[in-house]
């Protein structure tokens, strides 16, 4: 079972296609699935896409109404693209995706894979909030994948990996991975921290906060280890503010 995954559709267009996802959901023993703001959900054109077994799956889904709302509580979060280039750097393939997911996961990560509307995919704002990109590899000509395909290559290569047996790990509270929406605080205040000592450039930050983002999402951030940087760079920010005053006395 993939109980530490979760689907996540975000503008998802048709109700059909949310009933398919919810089938290979439950194909791959995943059985975590949220909505962000569909458009005219109709659970009754899904169910029969979803099939008997996954009715379960499309009853308990979630619906929100953001993205922000729908990630908060996630350790690791991934978004998936069909586009590359541009500034979407570091796109893991879905095999590679699938063999760190697995790792989190052993560490005790909460995951979620979002995947974007039927025509459009997600949006660049849309992926900035995510951590990390998927792409699935097809012919050059035929890039295009059916919403509920896409997902199901993706929950069958973390499926492949699931463990014969699983350790019950050992996980105090302080030790706990740094949620998501812990991850987009830290991020607020370390932007604004070297913002503060010219670090960055005044005219864009946020893209130049881009790398560091990319580099601080590869690694496992503990809350303990959270805490840490919070406490850099509230000292960085009352150290300028001295500063500051010493120049204004």
Same mark, same amino acid.
């Given at each position: 079972?993939?109980?530490?995954?979760?689907?996540?559709?975000?503008?998802?267009?048709?109700?059909?296609?949310?009933?398919?996802?919810?089938?290979?959901?439950?194909?791959?023993?995943? =059985?975590?699935?949220?909505?962000? @703001?569909?458009?005219?959900?109709? &659970?009754? !054109?899904?169910?029969?896409?979803?099939?008997?077994?996954?009715?379960?799956?499309?009853?308990?889904?979630?619906?929100?109404?953001?993205? =922000?709302?729908?990630?908060?509580?996630?350790?690791?979060?991934?978004?998936?693209?069909?586009?590359?280039?541009?500034?979407?750097?570091?796109?893991?393939?879905?095999?590679?995706?699938?063999? !760190? &997911?697995?790792?989190?996961?052993?560490?005790?990560?909460?995951?979620?894979?979002?995947?974007? =509307?039927?025509?459009?995919?997600?949006? @660049?704002?849309? *992926?900035?909030?995510?951590?990390?990109? *998927?792409?699935?590899?097809?012919?050059?000509?035929?890039?295009?994948?059916?919403?509920?395909?896409?997902?199901?290559?993706?929950?069958?290569?973390?499926? /492949?990996?699931?463990?014969?047996?699983?350790?019950? =790990?050992?996980?105090?509270? @302080?030790?706990?991975?740094?949620?998501?929406?812990?991850?987009?605080?830290?991020?607020?205040?370390?932007?604004?921290?070297?913002?503060? *000592?010219?670090?960055? !450039? /005044?005219?864009?930050?946020?893209?130049? &906060? &881009?790398?560091?983002?990319?580099?601080? @999402? !590869?690694?496992?951030?503990?809350?303990?280890?959270?805490?840490?940087?919070?406490?850099?760079?509230?000292?960085?920010?009352?150290?300028?503010?001295?500063?500051?005053?010493?120049?204004?006395?």
């Amino acid at each position: 079972m993939l109980d530490n995954i979760t689907v996540v559709l975000c503008r998802t267009k048709y109700s059909e296609n949310i009933g398919s996802v919810a089938r290979a959901c439950v194909n791959m023993g995943c =059985p975590n699935l949220i909505l962000v @703001n569909p458009k005219e959900f109709d &659970m009754d !054109r899904a169910l029969p896409l979803a099939t008997v077994k996954g009715k379960k799956v499309l009853e308990r889904a979630e619906v929100v109404s953001n993205l =922000p709302t729908a990630l908060a509580s996630f350790h690791k979060v991934y978004a998936t693209t069909a586009r590359m280039g541009g500034w979407r750097k570091g796109i893991l393939m879905a095999e590679e995706a699938a063999k !760190r &997911m697995t790792a989190e996961i052993e560490s005790g990560a909460e995951i979620a894979i979002v995947f974007g =509307p039927e025509d459009t995919g997600l949006t @660049n704002e849309e *992926i900035e909030i995510c951590g990390s990109l *998927i792409s699935i590899p097809t012919m050059p000509d035929a890039w295009s994948l059916n919403l509920a395909q896409a997902v199901l290559i993706i929950l069958y290569e973390c499926f /492949k990996l699931k463990p014969t047996r699983k350790l019950r =790990p050992i996980i105090t509270e @302080n030790s706990r991975l740094a949620t998501h929406e812990e991850l987009l605080t830290l991020y607020t205040h370390m932007q604004q921290a070297l913002l503060d *000592i010219d670090f960055l !450039r /005044k005219d864009n930050p946020d893209y130049f &906060m &881009m790398p560091l983002k990319r580099f601080m @999402n !590869r690694l496992a951030l503990r809350r303990n280890e959270f805490n840490l940087l919070m406490g850099v760079c509230r000292q960085i920010r009352w150290l300028k503010s001295q500063v500051d005053k010493s120049k204004s006395d």
